[in-house]
Every structure is written in structure tokens, then in C-alpha cells.
């Protein structure tokens, strides 16, 4: 085999194990890349022994190169701690469902409030807003101008300026609000009452007591810790003082149309083992979605493409194909140009090789090795082959000069290219041959599998 046909092989091999240096090269990068999303530290820290630990014990896959192994791992397992499957929203057995919203001032809760409030009247609910934040003299307002663009009534203890607002007045006692405002929503048959509350600048005593508070006096089916993508390494700190203030049973992450990497998501899913629920990504009430944690895990990973690419090559990986070139190798049964054109396939299947390379950001080694691999390469190969008959594929010796020259005619190539590859493929028969008698020289390519 040629050195850049050797060293696209090896992406394709392995078996065994992962070693220890492979994994360590990619947690390194990944380590890197965590740090950069501007996860904890003290999380990277956990995480990355986490994965390494069951890199260290899993089987190498035949689709995969050991880098993309263990960047596979670590998308599992990121996935896993944002959540694995999306959480829906639970809903009381006996309505009205009651959501209370909490975090600091400019999480984004009065927001995310219009916003989930419109998603659930298109869904069919009838949420009322109520507006417990009374620590701002905006506050109210801003929720009542966020319900008028969502079309939902709100529930205020002083009359707004826009026809949605309750006209109910209340004394300025947030928990005598939000009290108030689930039983106007019982008597007025709302089957949902998000609680929109206070939030201060920094992690404050007083605060969490109001909060805690309007948690016992509403009992909420959900609350719902709002956080700002962008807060970066404050993030554990912020969500550990809300879990053990007011305790929460579901995160909104916000401010997602930012340039934050996210890796305050898995700060807080890490530690606080609460699950993300939705993403505010933007200021129009529609800027709202469920929160995919496979989505977040690419986020924070930003490794291009990466991850759809590990994706394409998994399903390109033809395990029958494997199989059987396994068993022929097993059998010492001849490596033949048939079996040779499988492997350019599903080299080809992978996708373009150069477009691979700039899915791999950090990956200098591979990266390297796929920068010598020239596309072309395969297309020729795979004209001449086909322009062989099944009985000169089957037993190239027959291939003399005068065939030499028709093959290359029909494959649009030369002699000498038909020549190159006719060496090239002895090679590999001669080393699969090799492997059938028990494993070939260190760092020359297994079969798949
Ligand atoms: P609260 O103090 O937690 O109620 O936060 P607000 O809902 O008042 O939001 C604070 C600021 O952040 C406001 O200017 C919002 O328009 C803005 N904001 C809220 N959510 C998002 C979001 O998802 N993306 C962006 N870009 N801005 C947001
Ligand atoms: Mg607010």
C-alpha cells in the first residue's frame, strides 16, 4: 500500500482496545474545549476522569478511529448529564397547573414567562400570568406588556396600562400575590399559572427566603430555574444557592442566541442533577424552544461537525461487509480486488475526505493523516477495477500487458496508473495474508471489526 492509502487505512482500523495515549490525546482536547464553553472547573474536572475511565475499558469500534471513539463517549456521556431525553413540562392531575419561575434579576424570567405562556396557549392551555416580582417598579408593567404580546390575561397587584391586566389589587406582598393570583386562576378556570418572581443582581438571603416562601404558599408543580447562558464559571455557584434555597425541578437556559458555548448547561445538570427544559434564544416571544441535549452537547463541544461526521461513519460502516472480510481473513480465504474495491467504497462512503478534515478541529494527527489522501485517488481506483472482468478481478496475474492497456482505456486512466494499483493491491493481499497467519506488523491496517 501506498503511505497515504497506509495512513487513511489506519483511520479505519483497530481492534482491541483503546490505548491509553489515544484517549489521553483526546481528553486533552476535550478538556480543552470545556474550558473554552466556560464549564466549572471543578465539573471539567469530574467529567473528564469520568470519561476517561470508560474509555479506558470499551472495545474500539470498527467505524470509528480511536480519537472519534473517544469524542463519541464524551458526547454520550455530555448528553446524558444534560438530560438524556427532553423533559416535557408535568401538568397537575387536578388543574390549574402552577409554574414558578425563579433566578437572578436579568435571567431572563419575565421573558421566558410571555414566552412559555404564548407556546401554552398555542398548545391549547389558558395560562394566566401572575406578577410576584414587586421588588423593581418596572416590574409589574413589564409583565403586563409581555402577556398583552402573548394574548394571555396577568394577574397584578396594581392596574398596568394595557387591557390584558388583571384589575385586582393587592397589598405589596409577593406572596400574598402569588397566593392570589393561583386562586383567580382556579376560580377563573386557567389550567396553567406561571408565577413570574423577584430575582437580585447577586445570590442574596433575603431573596431566596421571598422565594422559598412563594414556593411554600403556592405548592407549584414546576419550578423553573432561569439561568443566563452567559453567566460562565458562575453558573455552579448560582444554581447551587437556588437548589438549596428554593430547590427547583427543571432549568431554562436563556440568552442562548449569545455567543455562549453553554457550558453553563452542564455546570448546573452536573451539579444540581436537575434536568434543562427549554431554551430562550432571543427577545420576540417566539424565540423558545424545547432544550435538546444533543444540540447543547455539539454546542459545548464545538467540534464542527464532528459528531455528525462520527454519525456518517458509524452508519457507512457496513458490519455484514465486515463481517465477511473477517471471516475471509480468518479462513485464510484470498483478500481479492473485489473486496478491495468494498474498502475505497466505504472510504468514499464517509463522505468527502477533505470536507472530513475541517470537521476536526484540534485533531492534528488525523487531520494530518487525511490531508495526504487524495479523493481522486478513489474514484480512480474504483474506474479501474471496473474496468476489469470479474476474471481479472478474481485473479489479477491473468493481467498482462495488452489487458493493462484496455483497462486503462476504459477507465479513462493510464498504464502506469493501472500498474500503481494493481502493485497497491498485492501489497494489501500480501498483508491481509499475513494477518491471517496471526496479526500483522504493529500500526499496519486490521480489518474493520
Ligand atoms: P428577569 O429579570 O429575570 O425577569 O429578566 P428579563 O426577562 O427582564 O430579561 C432581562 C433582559 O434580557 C431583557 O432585556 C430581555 O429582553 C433580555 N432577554 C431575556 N431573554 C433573552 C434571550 O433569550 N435572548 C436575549 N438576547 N435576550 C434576552
Ligand atoms: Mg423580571
Known amino acids: ?29 476535550i478538556r480543552r474545549a470545556l474550558l473554552d464553553a466556560d464549564v466549572a472547573v471543578s465539573v471539567v474536572r ?4 469520568a470519561v476517561r475511565e470508560r474509555a479506558l475499558g470499551s472495545e474500539v469500534s470498527g467505524a470509528l478511529n480511536p480519537a472519534q471513539q473517544v469524542v463519541k463517549i464524551v458526547n454520550e456521556e455530555l448528553v446524558e448529564i444534560l438530560g438524556g431525553q427532553t423533559r416535557a413540562l408535568t401538568f397537575a392531575k387536578v388543574p390549574p397547573t402552577v409554574i414558578m419561575l425563579a433566578g437572578l434579576q436579568g435571567a431572563g424570567k419575565t421573558t421566558l414567562a410571555g414566552k412559555l ?26 409583565l403586563a406588556v409581555v402577556a398583552e404580546r402573548a394574548g ?10 394595557t387591557s390584558a391586566v ?26 396553567v399559572v406561571i408565577v413570574d418572581t423577584a430575582g437580585r443582581l447577586g445570590i442574596d ?46 432549568v431554562v437556559l436563556s440568552k442562548l442566541d449569545g455567543d455562549a458555548r453553554g457550558g453553563a448547561a452542564l455546570s448546573v445538570a452536573k451539579v444540581t442533577g436537575r434536568p434543562i427544559m427549554f431554551a430562550s434564544t432571543g427577545e420576540k416571544l417566539t424565540d423558545f424552544e424545547v432544550f435538546h441535549p444533543d444540540r447543547m452537547a455539539s454546542r459545548i463541544l464545538d467540534m464542527g461537525d464532528v459528531l455528525t461526521l462520527i454519525e456518517q461513519a458509524e452508519r457507512a460502516f457496513d458490519s455484514e461487509q465486515a463481517a465477511k472480510m473477517a471471516e475471509k481473513v480468518a479462513t485464510g480465504q484470498d483478500f481479492t480486488l473485489a473486496d478491495f474495491l468494498v474498502q475505497m467504497q466505504q472510504l468514499k462512503n464517509m463522505g468527502s475526505m477533505k470536507k472530513m478534515l475541517g470537521m476536526l478541529p484540534g485533531m492534528g494527527q488525523m487531520r494530518e493523516a487525511l490531508d495526504s489522501f487524495d479523493e481522486r485517488e478513489v474514484d ?16 489479477p496475474k491473468i493481467i498482462n500487458g495488452s489487458r493493462r492497456a484496455r483497462i486503462a482505456r476504459g477507465s479513462g486512466t493510464t498504464t502506469t496508473a493501472v500498474n500503481q494499483l494493481l502493485e497497491r ?5 500480501k498483508m491481509m495474508r499475513q494477518m491471517s497467519r496471526g496479526g500483522g506488523p504493529n500500526g499496519m491496517p486490521a480489518l474493520p471489526g
Not at 501506498?2 to 490525546?25: Q, V
Not at 384589575?167 to 397566593?179: F, K, M, Q, T
Not at 493491491?425 to 493481499?429: M, P
Open 1 to 29: 500500500l501506498s503511505d497515504r492509502l497506509t495512513s487513511t487505512f489506519k483511520n479505519l482500523r483497530t481492534r482491541g482496545r483503546l490505548s491509553e495515549a489515544d484517549i489521553d490525546a483526546t481528553v486533552r482536547e
Open 46 to 49: 469530574e467529567f473528564t476522569a
Open 117 to 142: 405562556a404564548l407556546a401554552l396557549k398555542e398548545q391549547g392551555h389558558t395560562p394566566l400570568l401572575v406578577a410576584a416580582d414587586l421588588q423593581r417598579p418596572n416590574a409589574v408593567n413589564q
Open 152 to 161: 394571555v390575561p396577568v394577574f397584578a397587584p396594581h392596574p398596568g396600562n
Open 166 to 191: 388583571d384589575d385586582a389589587i393587592v397589598d405589596g406582598d409577593p406572596v400574598a400575590v402569588a397566593r392570589d393570583g393561583v386562586a383567580t386562576a382556579r376560580a377563573r378556570q386557567h389550567d
Open 205 to 250: 438571603e433575603l431573596l431566596m427566603r421571598q422565594a422559598a416562601d412563594i414556593r411554600a404558599a403556592v405548592q407549584p408543580d414546576e419550578v423553573l430555574f432561569v439561568i443566563d447562558a452567559m453567566i460562565g464559571q458562575d453558573a455552579v455557584n448560582t444554581a447551587k444557592a437556588f437548589a438549596d434555597g428554593v430547590d427547583f425541578t427543571g
Open 380 to 395: 480512480r481506483i474504483e474506474a479501474v477495477i471496473r474496468s476489469m472482468t470479474p476474471a481479472e478481478r478474481d485473479n
Open 425 to 429: 493491491f498485492e501489497g494489501a493481499q
